[in-house]
């Protein structure tokens, strides 16, 4: 069913560039805060320039559906309600546990292959930032890399993460053999969660991506994952809203629920050649910490726009060091506004 909208507004082929703004102001203009616009386009660039335009508007897109004549996606005039929206800075926590891969996408975010340098965080720092994150209302740990479960002693990281937080780990999930299929049998089945990457529903665009064979070995592994009983959620990476459609259809007749799924665009950074152009401004920050310091956020995250500190303890004041450049985001962001207005 599609959802609902409260003004309905068909653009044809008409694009950012081409005229469709003003029509999408005057809907906006005829609304209340609240309101759903939907908007439907033949046009498949529509749907990144939306996306970005949504963010810098503070107006939020809450649904796309791609039919046979095109894209209808609906947004809400306003930002989200403060439920959905309630993820303060901090809440999140991202470990970058290690750079080096079995893989090497070709849109890989931080560069990652089997050649690129490890660059541990190390067992002993993510116990102290565990132990710091656990003073500091912490609410989900992420760990990713990289490939995590390169490493050998990814069981007692994770663990040492699910002491303090419900931890996800990312995954391609191709490794799960040997003494790796015994630390994913040792990991807690209530605190850890497996998000192993899949990206299509057939093997031809992840291996075209990922490699030939990977997507049968992903698919092993989240097969193998489940009949151990780890909780797994399923994550791809598209590059049209047509990929993703096809995806979320694989997902429903799989049955997979919705709190298990993951569905994104490729971004512009890394060995990406094209994909979704995110600036540090586009970004709500998800406190990210690598070897190297504290980002803005894991996408990027060893690109130096992203990077706030080479400090990452006392971990109270890396959070600290965030939450400003955040608001020296926002202070700049009102300013360019006035700039704006004025001219
Ligand atoms: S996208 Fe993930 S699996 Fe692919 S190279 Fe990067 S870290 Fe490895």
């Known amino acids: 069913m599609p959802t609902r909208a409260d003004i309905e507004l068909d653009v044809g082929g008409k694009t950012f560039a081409s005229g469709l703004l003003p029509e999408l102001i005057a809907a906006l203009r005829r609304s209340r805060p609240g309101d759903l616009v939907a908007v439907s386009s033949s046009s498949p660039n529509v749907g990144p320039e939306l996306e970005t335009w949504c963010r810098f508007t503070r107006n939020t897109l809450v649904d796309t559906s791609v039919g046979s004549n095109g894209t209808r996606w609906v947004l ?3 930002e989200a309600p403060a439920s959905e929206a309630a993820r303060p800075v901090g809440s999140r926590l991202w470990l ?3 750079f080096d891969c079995n893989l090497r996408c070709d849109y890989c975010c931080v560069r990652s292959s089997p050649k690129a340098p490890r660059r541990a965080l190390g067992l002993d720092r993510v116990e102290r930032i565990a132990r710091e994150a656990a003073e500091l209302d912490v609410h989900e740990i992420f760990v990713t890399g990289g490939e995590p479960f390169l490493l050998k002693d990814i069981g007692q990281i994770l663990s040492a993460c699910a ?5 996800t780990v990312l995954t391609n999930g191709m490794l799960f053999a040997g003494r790796r299929l015994e630390t994913l049998r040792s990991l807690s089945r209530e605190r ?3 998000q192993i990457s899949l ?3 057939t093997p031809e665009r992840h291996d075209r991506h990922r490699g030939a064979g990977s997507w049968m070995r992903a698919w092993q592994g989240i097969e193998r994952a489940r009949a151990e009983g780890c909780r797994v959620r399923l994550a791809a990476t598209v590059s049209t809203d047509e990929e993703a459609e096809e995806f979320r259809l694989f997902l429903d007749a799989q ?3 919705e709190e298990n799924r993951v569905i994104r665009r490729i971004v512009l950074r890394g060995f990406a050649e094209q994909g979704l152009a995110l600036a540090r401004a586009d970004l709500v920050p998800e406190v990210t910490i690598t070897a190297e310091g504290v980002c803005w956020h894991p ?7 992203l990077l706030v500190t080479r400090d990452i303890f006392p971990l109270a004041e890396a959070f600290a060091a965030v939450r400003r450049a955040f608001e020296h985001e926002g202070e700049h962001r009102r300013r360019l506004a006035t700039i704006f207005n004025c001219a």
């Open 163 to 167: 002491e303090t937080a419900p931890t």
């Open 199 to 201: 990206d299509s529903p």
């Open 96 to 98: 970058y546990t290690n």
């Open 76 to 78: 809400r005039c306003g």
């Open 192 to 194: 850890i969660t497996l």
């Open 299 to 305: 996408v990027g995250a060893e690109d130096s726009d």
């Open 255 to 257: 049955s997979i629920a």
